[in-house]
């Protein structure tokens, strides 16, 4: 059914409908929004969407969105904000890495700087809604150095780790998003410490959970071997008592012990 549909003129007319402007239709938007989320879930042929322009369309949309909340105070763009976000992840784990940018026609800052608006909104309004922001972010960042350095460059480090008590889900986002920027080397640690970062993950490592632990361990990982500064202030701030809660647990144990090693020799 979707590559008969993708076979038709049908998505560039639908990409035509969600062009943001004075003849947007709200409603009709979100249908065919949804409708092209479907169609891209199905990863029939997602490349194809993106040589029709659907990176470049929803990415104005997007910043469209983050311009309309920062207006009023209606809740529906939700409705709206969700698919199109949906729809930029999954054409983004389609897009070759080097041409995000420019097939979005868009510079990195206003992309990221737009999600974050939109992340701020659904934390007030639709905290259900935060994931969605921050798997897009994931995307972005994950292979991209340039959406890191504009996460960077925007001061946005402060506030992605101030979603970190929302919710597991959200920790997990907000912790491997700062993972992508870590893992690009040092110049991009130099900017995690000194800050507030080293404090969040202390507080992350008394989470129950273990999926955000491990994750949190990776980061600490990554920091450390690019700010091995970073690990004596970690050991001064009680950092391997934090370590020993977790020793005893099958899924964190061999991570743990690593970690500790690693901050015992930095």
């Not at 698919?83 to 389609?94: F, I, K």
Request: aromatic share 6%; hydrophobic share 45%; glycine share 6%.
């Amino acid at each position: 059914m979707c590559s008969s549909v993708l076979g038709s003129t049908l998505p560039q007319h639908m990409l035509q409908l969600l062009q943001p402007g004075p003849k947007l239709n709200f409603g009709v938007a979100v249908e065919f929004a949804w409708c092209l989320h479907y169609i891209t879930c199905s990863q029939v042929n997602n490349a194809l969407l993106i040589t029709h322009g659907a990176l470049s369309t929803l990415g104005l949309l997007l910043l469209d969105l983050a311009g309309a909340v920062q207006r009023t105070e209606d809740a529906g763009l939700e409705l709206l904000a969700c698919p199109v976000l949906r729809c930029l992840s999954n054409l983004l784990t389609e897009a070759a890495v080097g041409a995000v940018g420019e097939q979005m026609q868009l510079r990195d800052e206003r992309v990221v700087a737009a999600l974050f608006i939109l992340l701020q909104f659904f934390l007030q309004k639709q905290p259900s809604l935060l994931p969605e922001g921050l798997w897009l972010l994931n995307n972005l960042t994950a292979n991209s150095p340039s959406f890191c350095t504009s996460l960077l460059s925007l001061d946005l480090i402060e506030p992605l780790l101030q979603l970190l008590p929302v919710s597991n889900v959200v920790s997990l986002l907000v912790l491997t998003v700062l993972c992508n920027v870590a893992e690009k080397g040092p110049a991009y640690c130099q900017h995690l410490w000194p800050g507030p970062l080293l404090c969040s993950l202390l507080g992350t490592l008394a989470f129950s959970d273990t999926e955000v632990v491990g994750q949190s361990l990776e980061l600490l990982q990554l920091l450390f071997l690019y700010r091995p500064e970073a690990a004596q202030a970690f050991l001064q701030q009680s950092g391997l008592q934090a370590l020993e809660r977790h020793e005893k647990e099958a899924q964190l144990q061999d991570r743990v012990h690593a970690l500790q090693q690693t901050a015992l020799h930095s």
